[in-house]
């Protein structure tokens, strides 16, 4: 099977412009068949106050009401999306932008039955993988961004996180697929501020002791949950690493990022 | 050859959710081949304005300063573009929303040596055959919106009936290419306030005497312009139409519309 690169990049790389510039010119140079992944970072934040529409959030999760649906399509699939192609471009990738609902390739459904209604959400119902194959056969390179819809017109808010798992798994099929998230840290960490208690390795039964133990928190639960997620699904490697280690970890060093293993 | 249908819509029809509404019912059930190309509309100048960004004409044309750049990247090549392609899946039309970023499709240069400057406006400098014959032939529908780039990372705004006119004039070799620009009014007029003054049929030395005499005025000149730049490229047809008889348009009737012919 050939071998398909799915990358994954938050805010944290995308809200500083050296950092972005320094990672696409990696990315740029994997000559495998590749997919990137994009988050939302602070942009759509500013942009949303700058308009006068004040950011929600209940635990920590965003609430996106219409207006601030408005704002993420502006930022996330108009702004980054974009901006992120047109770098590629310039880099000799032949970049293309696409939310889920650019040739139905992420089908979701707005998000139903919590205790909290998070608006404009999108929880994930298919991966179109006919579409896809057929971007990748002509070396397209798709910068996704985090946008789903739910083939009646909405576009949905969806978590990054969730849309790489889930292109990872659905291609798990038809390509060797290995699926990287990029951090500011350097992997998943046993002390949260100590960059050296990074581990290199990281079973599942191992992951649910340190999350029953309290060592792994917040936000990199559900990222781990979907990363093991794309594992189980057939993801040939998935590992946590530094944006700028993006390279080293994917050629196959144990001296950076996090290698999720199966038992 | 293959008929290829491409359509521009502008501000009128984006601006009017049920006119566009309508357009979409319209160009989903079009069986052929078919782009859609669409121009900005007053929501960029509305989001500027509400990000404290003052949206500057010259003589009739915008200035894109680094801030405007900004909002045009984020309302056209996110919002509208996004919202279109959702509108279209839930229409069955399997959209793909680009830039001429995107897959590389469209390069232009900076504007220069004008009188004026325009900031960041891009001149066509290339179209990528190969880029949409390869989205074409797997039954991808592309989304257009008027933004290219210039290959070295910068986006550029760029008017959307010439980018139209480009994509006619570049695909006429391969494909046999049909452009339709659909207004508010009915065609071409001679008596801009008298819509039964339409003219059916018109050949250019008929337009260069019309425009001489002060009959054609203003924003129809660069419409009629690109618009016959792509007659003379090799495009079947050329027609103006109003967005609500563009299927009438098609068909080839003469009960609607100015088809552009040659002498």
Not at 1 to 16: A, C, N, P, R, T
Not at 85 to 114: E, F
Not at 150 to 179: F, K, R
Request: glycine share 10%; net charge negative; hydrophobic share 45%.
């Amino acid at each position: 099977m050939e071998k398909l690169i799915i990358v994954k990049i938050g805010g944290q790389v995308i809200d500083d412009a050296n950092a972005l510039g320094q990672f696409l010119d990696d990315f740029a140079q994997i000559s495998a068949r590749k997919i990137l992944v994009h988050g939302g970072g602070a942009i759509a934040s500013r942009v949303a106050r700058d308009l006068g529409i004040e950011p929600r959030l209940v635990d920590g999760r965003r609430i996106t009401d219409a207006d601030m649906l408005e704002v993420v399509v502006m930022v996330y699939g108009g702004r980054i999306n974009r901006q992120i192609v047109a770098g590629l471009q310039s880099r000799d990738c032949n970049a293309i932008g696409l939310t889920g609902a650019d040739g139905n390739l992420i089908s979701a459904q707005k998000r139903r039955g919590w205790d909290i209604d998070y608006g404009f959400v999108g929880d994930i119902t298919a991966v179109n993988r006919q579409s896809l194959a057929a971007l990748l056969e002509h070396h397209f390179t798709p910068v996704v961004a985090p946008l789903t819809h739910d083939g009646h017109g909405q576009l949905l808010n969806t978590n990054a996180d969730t849309m790489a798992s889930a292109l990872a798994s659905a291609l798990a099929a038809d390509y060797a697929t290995e699926l990287y998230y990029c951090l500011e840290q350097p992997g998943v960490l046993l002390d949260i501020t100590q960059p050296q208690s990074r581990i290199a390795a990281l079973t599942e039964s191992h992951y649910e002791r340190l999350k029953a133990d309290g060592v792994i928190t917040h936000g990199m639960l559900p990222k781990l949950d979907t990363a093991f997620a794309a594992l189980k699904s057939g993801a040939r490697r998935v590992k946590i690493c530094r944006a700028e280690e993006l390279l080293a970890a994917m050629n196959g060093s144990h001296a950076v990022g996090t290698e999720l293993m199966r038992e």
